[in-house]
Each structure stands twice: as structure tokens, then as C-alpha cells.
């Protein structure tokens, strides 16, 4: 048994410790919110705070997070400003990666309220989108930090 | 099936059939009978797209498949303008397999094609407004007022003071005759459709409550992954699964026409499982498949004209008189979809019906092939469709590759299962964008007019061997091989566009903007190249001859001027420009690039201009421009599908790389109001991007890349910095 703590909530769950963590929060824990896209950590559908850092969940074995403080798509509040800017900018397209682009961004702008185009490339290059949504995702970032910055980068 | 194929994609896109009439009356579904679990006595249910609860909820059943582009918005705004509901109130289902939902054209139930806004414009308004008419006769019956003093109003209709809302009419509105001809909104009143409106679906995809195929759960749900040939036209010779059946929680091994299924209590235990597996292949004739034998192949069928797809004047004539002549090759490779969900399907198989979800785009053939598969009929066969995490034609398949292997493995396992595909299984899967190569001629005279065209394409068939391919591969040709290159649009005296087909046991598929995905590169960086041996500006060489083509004309015009053409720009940048019409809608891209001192191309600015007809959604169009702009850029930049000894040797997203945030340009959109039919939006953004781009970089660096994706060695060897 292993004891995890996502979203608050403490769980025990029966799994091997090298099972990776966006397994069991998906399989156990029925939080289908963390996506599978690589299962390398080359993507960042699967990205969930880890005590407050992002973090590849397909990359990272259950084992290693016991007792760590884990956050998910699901424990992000409905009100959160990248939340709100995302609705804002109509960022999602397909959306299956942007529960892992809005981890990102939410873990972004704890470090960087008033992130820079350099750093959000730095912090978001990690997610992939397939549709293609980033010019959007920078403007909606530069929303969210109270910037209301429009367009991309010239 | 082919037979219920009325209307080829291409005769459909030619003769612009959009709003073909009198399909609301075939549209009518015995009451209550359009999706499910309404009850009749208090829903109102007058077609198989609207039904209206006494609680009034307006759900709308739509048959569209929701993979990004936006259809879950844009065909309740088409119903919405003319049903006059109070939009807060809309909830989306998605449409069972059932004729009435099938494509006004295609005659199946399908979304592709960037078709889903223009075939089923009249359709749904006249679902909406037959709606309407219903609620306001139910009214007035009620109130004994003539119907024609009441109006619809936002989930209401109205007369002197009165109101009742949709839901308090719904059972008796349910009780009226289905009226026969509706009148439709004069366009000049729209107030929903054409205005942007946010997307219905956006607060699920940011709260991780949309479902997608992959989060489908199911008591005693198993899960299972497919240890699939290396090489295609493989087969399974023997193998051994004593070492992976040991894993905790491998439940079964069993072998299915297309592989090994490793069926597990979860993901992870099915993944470790069948890396365990000894299984001896038997790769049959592709297995010495390599990429530089396959280019030589194809380049030397280039040599010679193939089968004439077009063929105006006496190009070959012409080209001897000419004063100048050019001629160049062009490659493009075979590329993967990758969209981010990988594929999988989830399968309930019971002795007498079979329930599926999955993210598909090919409802009709997905439900029959699984029928087959099942040994029921279709019609016990209940597909179920969840949001798709990004299509890009490939789940759009003709063989219905991971819907009929689910149920291959379903039945083997004797419980509900979930086959997930790895990326690694998705990227290796096959059904790519296929490998092009074209060798194209032109000629000028002495006033730097063109005076002949001859391209020669080399490349497999999509449709040939498939159910479609009597639709659309007319006298050996594949519409798809050749669309975008056969119907150039420039005034050129002397034309021939010829096509060779060659047989491959790669699978092949429509990949987002299909032929046109290359056939824009190789017409829109060639007539760069005759622009500077004309000595020409390339924007006003192409302006000269488009004169008879006004669309072409004014989104070119449009994005030329938006983008500045002309005026300076910082030392080392090029602007490059390209125009290109597809899906209905028509399309100019200019591009400001760089290149850095590792030849790696830096896309700094990308200005696009469209004319797709009447809009919808506006913001939807210019979301689809972006999207399609970036997925056309990770092609011209990064996108490559390889073999070696019959293998694919990519995997992931390390060996197939994609733009990512840091790659992204600035990318600015340009509607050009128009009154015209309606043109698709999905796939159009994507043909210009990269021969935009390749133009640019000739114009900084004066580098010629013609192989897709551009490779910066060639590009600092053409520099002479290589």
C-alpha cells in the first residue's frame, strides 16, 4: 500500500512503486483529467504539481511521490486566473492537452507573476499542442498575469 | 459501401453542391427516437437534431465529431440562430450511427473533408426553424392568437406581454404537425451566426471533465496493448507469452489478426507484459523497405510523364520555342498524424449487442467493420463518440484499423476491454501523409510571361484498395494525388499535370489538407522560382496571373498588404509569400523568417488572409488558421516518417519533433468579408505555410529548399557555410 496525497485527499492504493504515478491517478483514483500523450515525458499532457512542481507524471514512479503533495488538473479551483484567461483567450482546440498546459501555466506564474516571452517559452516548450493553440496560450498567459498583453512575441 | 458513396469528395468540392435543399424531411426521426433516453410525454423532439425538456434544456444532437475544430459551437449557432433559444440552455450530444445523421453528401456518417459547416448549413437552420415554428404555433394555440403576432425570443415565445418558455410548450408543441416549409432567417438578421461566440465546449477541456476516448471507464474494464508487426505486410510466425503472462495483473495473452493483445487489470501491468513477449515475425516483402531505395524509385518514375490528370495546350511544344526554361524536384515525406490522444478504443462485447467508444471520425464504417468483426449486425452494434484529442484524418480510416482489432480482442477476452496504442504504437501504426516526389518544368518567353507547365507527381493512392476507391480514383488517378496541382489556378497557356501511383505496403490516409498538404509546396515554391526567372516581384507575378481568379486575388492582395510587402525588414529576415485554395476556401500566407548560424529556420511572423465564403464562427476561422499554420510548420520544419530494413525508425516525439511554444510565430488573421457559399476552415491554413516559409528563406538567404522538412545543413551548404 502506498499512501498518496492528491488534491487534498489522502488515498492508500495497492500498486507496485515503479507503477508511474499518471497511472494510478488515472486507473485508482478515476482522475482522468492527467492525459496519456508520450509516456517519455516529452509531451506534458501528463503534468501534475509535485509539492508545488511541475511534473511528468507518465515519467514519474508512483513510489517516489508517497506522501508528497500532489495537485491535478481536478484540484485547480473553477475560478483560478489561468483558468479564467484560458475561457478568456478560447485557448482549447481538441483540449487533450491542455490540462497539462494549464499546470504548466499555473506553475509558471507562481514562480514568475510577470512572466516574460522568454519565460514562457522556457516554462510551457515542454507541452505540446497538437492543434497548435500557443500563440493563444501566451496571450492567455500574459492575461492571466494581469498583463492583458495581446498578440505573440514580434 | 462504395455504392452508398453518392458523390466523390472532389465532384462534391468541384461543384460546390453545399446547400443542396430538401433534406429537413428526411431528417425526421419517429418522435423520441433521435438519441436515446427522452421521454416523450414532456420532450419535444421534432427532428433527430432538437430536443427540448419541459426543464428547457435544449440538447442538440450533433453528427459531427468534436476534434478541435470547433463543430460542437459552430452547428448549435447554425440551429440556434433560427431556433431563437436562450444559448445558456444548449447541451451537445453526440449523434448515434443512424442514417439520418449521415453526410449530406458523402452519404455516411463522416466528418472530414472541412465539410461539416458548409454540408450542413440548411440542414440544421431548417431543423431550427421548424423548431420554431412549432413552439410559436403551440403558443398561439394556446393563447388563441394568430401565429403570426408571436415571436420567438431566447427560449421564449412572446405576444403583447404574454411569454412562455420553450420548456412549458414542449409537450404540446410535441403534439403538432411537423410543418413542411420553413422560412429562414433573411442572413442580413442574423444575430447569432457570423458574430464570435466562445466555445460551448472550452470549461470541460480546461477542468478535466471532457471525455475522451482513453478516460472511457466501465465496471470490470480491462485494459490491453498490441504487439504489432515491425513491418507492414508483417505477420506473427510463433510466439511465447509464459514470461509476460507472470506480470501482476496480466490476465491473458491472445493473438489477433493484427498482433499479440497483452489484456490486463490496468496500462501499465498490459505495457510490462508485452515487453516480455517472444514473438518470432515473419516480415514478408516489405522487410527490406529503406527510404533512400524508395527515393531513387520514385525519382527516376519522375523522369518520365505518368497517367495526364490535366492536360491544356502543347506544354512539351511550347517549352522548345521558349527563351528560358526551369526545371526542379521536390520531396516531401511520409508523415505521422500524431495527434496528442493516441489511438484506442474501448470495447463491451455481449452474445447480442457490441457498445464502443472511441474518438472516430468514421462512425458508419467504424460501426459496420465491428459488426463484422462481432459476427452481429450493425445495428446491435452501438457506437458511442467521445471527443476526439485531435483527428487529423486519422481516425478516419477506410480499414478501421483500431476499432476492428478492439473488438478482435474483446471477443477474445470475454470482458469489457480498452485497447491504448503507446505513442511508439501510434507513430510506428502507419496510415501516413504518403511520400511525394515531383519533377515540375516551366518556360518562360523573352517578356518573362509563363508560357508551359508540366508537373509530374510521384506517390501512392489513398483511396485504392479501400471501399472509396470507385468514387475517387477515376482512370488511375486518385483526386487526392493530384488536387491542388491539377486545377492551378495561374493563366498559363500550356499545361500538363501527370501522375504515377506506385504500390507500397505502407498504409496510407488523408492527413489534414490531404494532397494538398504537398502539391501547394511544390506549385507555390515553383512559381517563386519562375517569378525570379522572370525577374519579377513574386507577389506581383502571381497577381498578373490570377486576374481571372478575384478570390485568389484579394486574399493574396489582402496579405500582401497586412503583411507590409515591399517595405524593409531587419537585416537576415525574408518575407515569402504563397496563395492557395482548398476545402472551398481560399488562402494567402506570407512568412518572415530568418535562418540562425546552425541553419536552423526561424519563423518570426506568419500574416494569413482567407476568403471561406459566409462565416459561422469567426473566431473559430481564425483559431483554425493558427492550428492549421503550426501543424503545417511542424511538417515544413521538422516532420519525417523514415525506413530502414522495412522499419520505422520513429518513435516519439524525440524522433519526430513538432513546433512547440518556443517555434510558435506571431501569427496574425485576416477574414475577408465575403457573401459567398461557405468554405471549409479545418484543413485550408495548413497547404500555404510551407512553401510560404520556403520563399522566404530564398529571399534571406537566397537558398533554394526543395525537400520537406527543410534541412539546415543543405540550407547552410547552400549558403556556403556548410
Given at each position: 500500500?502506498?499512501?498518496?496525497?492528491?488534491?487534498?485527499?489522502a488515498?492508500?492504493?495497492?500498486?507496485?512503486?515503479d507503477v508511474p504515478?499518471?497511472?494510478?491517478?488515472?486507473?485508482q483514483?478515476k482522475?482522468?483529467?492527467?492525459?496519456?500523450?508520450?509516456g517519455?515525458g516529452?509531451?506534458g499532457?501528463c503534468t501534475?504539481?509535485?509539492?508545488?512542481e511541475?511534473a511528468?507524471?507518465?515519467?514519474?514512479?508512483v513510489?517516489?511521490?508517497?506522501?508528497?503533495?500532489?495537485?491535478?488538473i481536478?484540484?485547480?479551483p473553477?475560478?483560478h486566473a489561468?483558468?479564467?484567461?484560458w475561457?478568456?483567450?478560447?485557448?482549447?482546440?481538441?483540449?487533450?492537452?491542455?490540462?497539462?498546459?494549464?499546470?504548466?501555466?499555473?506553475?509558471l506564474l507562481?514562480?514568475h507573476?510577470?512572466?516574460?516571452?522568454?519565460?514562457?517559452?522556457?516554462?510551457?516548450?515542454?507541452?505540446?499542442?497538437?492543434?497548435g493553440?500557443?500563440?493563444?496560450?501566451?496571450?492567455?498567459?500574459?492575461r492571466?498575469?494581469?498583463?492583458?498583453?495581446?498578440?505573440?512575441?514580434? | 459501401?462504395?455504392?452508398?458513396?453518392?458523390m466523390?469528395?472532389?465532384d462534391?468540392?468541384?461543384?460546390?453542391?453545399?446547400?443542396?435543399?430538401?433534406?429537413?424531411?428526411?431528417?425526421?426521426?419517429?418522435?423520441?427516437?433521435?438519441a436515446g433516453?427522452?421521454?416523450?410525454?414532456?420532450?419535444?423532439?421534432p427532428?433527430?437534431?432538437i430536443r427540448?425538456?419541459?426543464d428547457?434544456t435544449?440538447?442538440?444532437?450533433?453528427?459531427?465529431?468534436?476534434?478541435?475544430?470547433?463543430?460542437?459551437?459552430?452547428?448549435p449557432?447554425l440551429?440556434?440562430?433560427e431556433?431563437?433559444?436562450?444559448?445558456?440552455?444548449?447541451?451537445?450530444?453526440?449523434?448515434?450511427v443512424?442514417p439520418?445523421?449521415?453526410?449530406t453528401?458523402f452519404?455516411?456518417?463522416?466528418?472530414?473533408g472541412?465539410?461539416?459547416?458548409?454540408t450542413e448549413?440548411?440542414?440544421?437552420?431548417?431543423?431550427?426553424?421548424?423548431?420554431?415554428?412549432?413552439?410559436?404555433?403551440a403558443?398561439?394555440?394556446?393563447?388563441?392568437v394568430?401565429?403570426?403576432?408571436?415571436?420567438?425570443?431566447?427560449?421564449f415565445?412572446?405576444?403583447?406581454?404574454?411569454?412562455?418558455?420553450?420548456?412549458?410548450?414542449?409537450?404540446?408543441a410535441?403534439?403538432?404537425?411537423?410543418p413542411?416549409?420553413v422560412?429562414?432567417?433573411?442572413p442580413?438578421r442574423?444575430?447569432?451566426?457570423?458574430?464570435?461566440?466562445?466555445?460551448?465546449?472550452?470549461?470541460?477541456?480546461?477542468?478535466?471533465?471532457?471525455?475522451?476516448?482513453?478516460?472511457?471507464?466501465l465496471?470490470?474494464?480491462?485494459?490491453?496493448?498490441?504487439?504489432?508487426?515491425?513491418?507492414?505486410?508483417?505477420?506473427?510466425?510463433?510466439?511465447?507469452?509464459?514470461?509476460?503472462?507472470?506480470v501482476?495483473g496480466?490476465?491473458?495473452?491472445?493473438?489477433?489478426?493484427?498482433?499479440?493483445?497483452?489484456?490486463?487489470?490496468?496500462?501499465?501491468p498490459?505495457?510490462k507484459?508485452?515487453e516480455?513477449l517472444?514473438i518470432?515475425?515473419?516480415?514478408?516483402?516489405?522487410?527490406?523497405?529503406a527510404?533512400p531505395?524508395l527515393?531513387?524509385?520514385y525519382v527516376s518514375?519522375?523522369?518520365s510523364?505518368?497517367?495526364v490528370a490535366?492536360?491544356?495546350?502543347?506544354?512539351?511544344q511550347?517549352?522548345q520555342?521558349?527563351?528560358?526554361?526551369?526545371t526542379?524536384e521536390?520531396?516531401?515525406p511520409?508523415?505521422?498524424?500524431a495527434?496528442?490522444?493516441?489511438l484506442?478504443?474501448?470495447?463491451?462485447l455481449?452474445?447480442?449487442?457490441?457498445?464502443?467508444?472511441?474518438?472516430?471520425?468514421?462512425?458508419?464504417?467504424?460501426?459496420?467493420?465491428?459488426?463484422e468483426v462481432?459476427?452481429?449486425?450493425?445495428?446491435?452494434v452501438?457506437?458511442?463518440?467521445?471527443?476526439?484529442?485531435?483527428?487529423?484524418?486519422?481516425?478516419?480510416?477506410?480499414?478501421?484499423?483500431?476499432?476492428?482489432?478492439?473488438?478482435?480482442?474483446?471477443?477474445?477476452?470475454?470482458?469489457?476491454v480498452?485497447?491504448?496504442?503507446?505513442?511508439?504504437d501510434?507513430?510506428?501504426g502507419?496510415?501516413?501523409?504518403?511520400?511525394?516526389y515531383d519533377?515540375i518544368?516551366?518556360?518562360l518567353d523573352d517578356?518573362g510571361n509563363?508560357?508551359a507547365?508540366q508537373?509530374?507527381?510521384v506517390?501512392?493512392?489513398?483511396?485504392t484498395g479501400?471501399?472509396?476507391e470507385?468514387?475517387?480514383v477515376?482512370?488511375g488517378?486518385?483526386?487526392?494525388s493530384v488536387?491542388?496541382?491539377?486545377?492551378?489556378p495561374?493563366a498559363?497557356?500550356?499545361?500538363q499535370?501527370?501522375?504515377h501511383?506506385?504500390?507500397?505496403?505502407?498504409?496510407?490516409?488523408?492527413w489534414?489538407?490531404?494532397?494538398?498538404s504537398h502539391?501547394a509546396?511544390v506549385?507555390e515554391?515553383?512559381?517563386?522560382?519562375?517569378?525570379?526567372?522572370?525577374?519579377?516581384?513574386?507577389f506581383?507575378?502571381r497577381?498578373?496571373l490570377?486576374a481571372?481568379?478575384p478570390?485568389h486575388?484579394?486574399v493574396?492582395?489582402?496579405?500582401?498588404?497586412?503583411?507590409?510587402?515591399?517595405k524593409?525588414?531587419p537585416?537576415?529576415?525574408?518575407?515569402g509569400i504563397?496563395?492557395?485554395?482548398?476545402f472551398g476556401s481560399?488562402?494567402?500566407?506570407?512568412?518572415?523568417?530568418?535562418a540562425?548560424?546552425?541553419g536552423?529556420?526561424?519563423?518570426h511572423?506568419?500574416?494569413?488572409?482567407i476568403?471561406?465564403?459566409?462565416?459561422?464562427?469567426?473566431?473559430?476561422?481564425?483559431?483554425?488558421?493558427?492550428s492549421?499554420?503550426?501543424?503545417?510548420?511542424?511538417a515544413?520544419?521538422?516532420?519525417?516518417?523514415t525506413?530502414k530494413n522495412?522499419?520505422?525508425?520513429?518513435?516519439n516525439?524525440?524522433?519526430?519533433p513538432?513546433?512547440r511554444?518556443n517555434?510558435?510565430?506571431?501569427?496574425e488573421?485576416h477574414?475577408?468579408?465575403?457573401?459567398?457559399?461557405?468554405g471549409?476552415?479545418?484543413?485550408?491554413?495548413?497547404?500555404?505555410?510551407?512553401?510560404?516559409?520556403?520563399?522566404?528563406?530564398?529571399?534571406?538567404?537566397?537558398?533554394r529548399?526543395?525537400?520537406?522538412?527543410f534541412?539546415?545543413?543543405?540550407?547552410?551548404?547552400?549558403?556556403?557555410?556548410g
Amino acid at each position: 500500500m502506498i499512501a498518496l496525497n492528491v488534491n487534498g485527499k489522502a488515498y492508500q492504493v495497492d500498486v507496485e512503486p515503479d507503477v508511474p504515478l499518471l497511472w494510478v491517478i488515472r486507473e485508482q483514483l478515476k482522475l482522468t483529467g492527467t492525459k496519456f500523450g508520450c509516456g517519455e515525458g516529452l509531451c506534458g499532457a501528463c503534468t501534475v504539481h509535485v509539492n508545488g512542481e511541475p511534473a511528468r507524471s507518465c515519467i514519474t514512479p508512483v513510489g517516489d511521490v508517497a506522501g508528497k503533495k500532489i495537485v491535478t488538473i481536478e484540484g485547480i479551483p473553477a475560478g483560478h486566473a489561468v483558468k479564467k484567461a484560458w475561457l478568456a483567450e478560447e485557448v482549447s482546440q481538441c483540449g487533450y492537452c491542455q490540462p497539462g498546459q494549464v499546470m504548466s501555466a499555473v506553475a509558471l506564474l507562481k514562480k514568475h507573476p510577470k512572466p516574460t516571452d522568454g519565460d514562457i517559452d522556457s516554462a510551457m516548450s515542454g507541452n505540446i499542442c497538437r492543434c497548435g493553440t500557443y500563440p493563444r496560450i501566451r496571450t492567455a498567459i500574459h492575461r492571466a498575469a494581469g498583463a492583458k498583453k495581446k498578440g505573440g512575441k514580434p | 459501401m462504395s455504392e452508398i458513396i453518392r458523390m466523390s469528395r472532389r465532384d462534391f468540392l468541384k461543384t460546390g453542391a453545399v446547400l443542396s435543399g430538401g433534406l429537413v424531411l428526411g431528417c425526421y426521426l419517429p418522435f423520441g427516437n433521435s438519441a436515446g433516453a427522452a421521454d416523450p410525454a414532456t420532450t419535444f423532439a421534432p427532428n433527430a437534431f432538437i430536443r427540448i425538456g419541459s426543464d428547457d434544456t435544449v440538447t442538440l444532437i450533433i453528427n459531427k465529431s468534436e476534434m478541435g475544430q470547433g463543430v460542437y459551437t459552430s452547428l448549435p449557432m447554425l440551429i440556434a440562430e433560427e431556433l431563437a433559444c436562450d444559448w445558456k440552455k444548449i447541451r451537445i450530444e453526440a449523434a448515434p450511427v443512424d442514417p439520418v445523421y449521415n453526410h449530406t453528401v458523402f452519404g455516411l456518417q463522416v466528418t472530414g473533408g472541412s465539410t461539416s459547416v458548409r454540408t450542413e448549413w440548411e440542414r440544421l437552420s431548417k431543423a431550427g426553424a421548424a423548431a420554431r415554428e412549432m413552439l410559436i404555433a403551440a403558443a398561439a394555440r394556446q393563447w388563441k392568437v394568430d401565429p403570426a403576432s408571436c415571436r420567438a425570443e431566447n427560449g421564449f415565445v412572446v405576444h403583447a406581454g404574454k411569454k412562455l418558455s420553450y420548456g412549458q410548450l414542449a409537450a404540446k408543441a410535441a403534439k403538432l404537425p411537423v410543418p413542411q416549409e420553413v422560412r429562414l432567417k433573411d442572413p442580413a438578421r442574423y444575430a447569432i451566426v457570423g458574430k464570435p461566440r466562445h466555445r460551448l465546449d472550452s470549461p470541460a477541456k480546461i477542468d478535466g471533465t471532457a471525455l475522451f476516448g482513453i478516460d472511457v471507464q466501465l465496471p470490470g474494464l480491462l485494459t490491453a496493448v498490441v504487439a504489432r508487426p515491425p513491418v507492414f505486410g508483417g505477420k506473427v510466425t510463433s510466439f511465447t507469452a509464459d514470461k509476460a503472462k507472470k506480470v501482476p495483473g496480466v490476465v491473458d495473452v491472445v493473438q489477433v489478426p493484427s498482433g499479440v493483445a497483452v489484456i490486463a487489470t490496468g496500462f501499465w501491468p498490459a505495457k510490462k507484459g508485452r515487453e516480455l513477449l517472444d514473438i518470432v515475425w515473419d516480415d514478408g516483402p516489405e522487410g527490406g523497405l529503406a527510404t533512400p531505395a524508395l527515393r531513387q524509385q520514385y525519382v527516376s518514375l519522375a523522369q518520365s510523364p505518368g497517367l495526364v490528370a490535366r492536360k491544356e495546350g502543347e506544354p512539351a511544344q511550347a517549352m522548345q520555342k521558349a527563351a528560358k526554361q526551369l526545371t526542379a524536384e521536390f520531396e516531401a515525406p511520409f508523415l505521422a498524424h500524431a495527434p496528442m490522444e493516441p489511438l484506442n478504443c474501448c470495447v463491451d462485447l455481449k452474445s447480442d449487442r457490441c457498445d464502443i467508444w472511441t474518438g472516430t471520425q468514421f462512425q458508419t464504417v467504424d460501426r459496420n467493420s465491428a459488426a463484422e468483426v462481432a459476427g452481429l449486425k450493425p445495428e446491435q452494434v452501438h457506437l458511442h463518440t467521445t471527443f476526439l484529442g485531435g483527428g487529423f484524418g486519422r481516425r478516419a480510416n477506410p480499414a478501421s484499423d483500431f476499432v476492428r482489432e478492439a473488438v478482435h480482442v474483446a471477443k477474445a477476452a470475454g470482458k469489457p476491454v480498452k485497447v491504448i496504442w503507446t505513442r511508439d504504437d501510434d507513430m510506428k501504426g502507419g496510415f501516413y501523409r504518403p511520400f511525394w516526389y515531383d519533377r515540375i518544368s516551366a518556360s518562360l518567353d523573352d517578356t518573362g510571361n509563363l508560357t508551359a507547365w508540366q508537373h509530374t507527381i510521384v506517390g501512392q493512392s489513398i483511396a485504392t484498395g479501400t471501399p472509396f476507391e470507385s468514387a475517387m480514383v477515376k482512370n488511375g488517378i486518385d483526386d487526392a494525388s493530384v488536387e491542388g496541382a491539377a486545377e492551378i489556378p495561374y493563366a498559363i497557356p500550356n499545361i500538363q499535370v501527370d501522375l504515377h501511383t506506385p504500390k507500397l505496403l505502407v498504409p496510407v490516409l488523408w492527413w489534414r489538407s490531404v494532397g494538398h498538404s504537398h502539391t501547394a509546396f511544390v506549385v507555390e515554391s515553383f512559381m517563386d522560382e519562375a517569378a525570379h526567372a522572370a525577374g519579377k516581384d513574386p507577389f506581383a507575378f502571381r497577381r498578373a496571373l490570377l486576374a481571372k481568379h478575384p478570390r485568389h486575388k484579394g486574399v493574396l492582395e489582402l496579405a500582401a498588404a497586412k503583411a507590409g510587402w515591399g517595405k524593409p525588414l531587419p537585416a537576415g529576415r525574408g518575407r515569402g509569400i504563397a496563395v492557395h485554395e482548398s476545402f472551398g476556401s481560399f488562402i494567402a500566407q506570407v512568412a518572415e523568417v530568418s535562418a540562425d548560424r546552425k541553419g536552423t529556420v526561424k519563423v518570426h511572423r506568419v500574416i494569413c488572409a482567407i476568403d471561406c465564403g459566409r462565416t459561422v464562427n469567426p473566431d473559430t476561422i481564425r483559431a483554425q488558421m493558427e492550428s492549421g499554420i503550426i501543424f503545417g510548420l511542424s511538417a515544413a520544419l521538422h516532420g519525417a516518417i523514415t525506413f530502414k530494413n522495412g522499419k520505422v525508425e520513429q518513435d516519439n516525439f524525440d524522433g519526430y519533433p513538432v513546433v512547440r511554444m518556443n517555434e510558435s510565430p506571431a501569427i496574425e488573421v485576416h477574414i475577408m468579408p465575403s457573401k459567398e457559399p461557405p468554405g471549409g476552415v479545418g484543413e485550408p491554413g495548413v497547404p500555404p505555410i510551407a512553401p510560404a516559409v520556403a520563399n522566404a528563406l530564398f529571399a534571406a538567404t537566397g537558398v533554394r529548399l526543395r525537400t520537406l522538412p527543410f534541412n539546415p545543413k543543405a540550407l547552410l551548404d547552400g549558403m556556403g557555410k556548410g
